[in-house]
């Protein structure tokens, strides 16, 4: 069986955390920022852990 390639737009859209967890960027960050209050821009800049499902998705796409 042939090895799986690293999909190269998720290498770019994800990290793996030291604990093994998956982290993404929030969406609606993109436009129509000044509409939003800053407590809610302040937490879309932080990452979010995906659910275990997403994540098993993700880290096959990961896989080297």
């Known amino acids: 069986m042939p090895k799986i390639k690293t999909k190269r737009g998720a290498r770019r859209r994800f990290k793996i955390s030291g604990s093994g967890k998956v982290l993404a960027y929030h969406a609606g960050t993109i436009h129509f920022m000044r509409r939003k209050k800053a407590n809610r821009k302040r937490k879309l800049n932080q990452k ?13 796409m990961l896989a080297k």
């Open 48 to 60: 979010q852990v995906l659910s275990k499902a997403d994540s098993s998705k993700v880290k096959r």
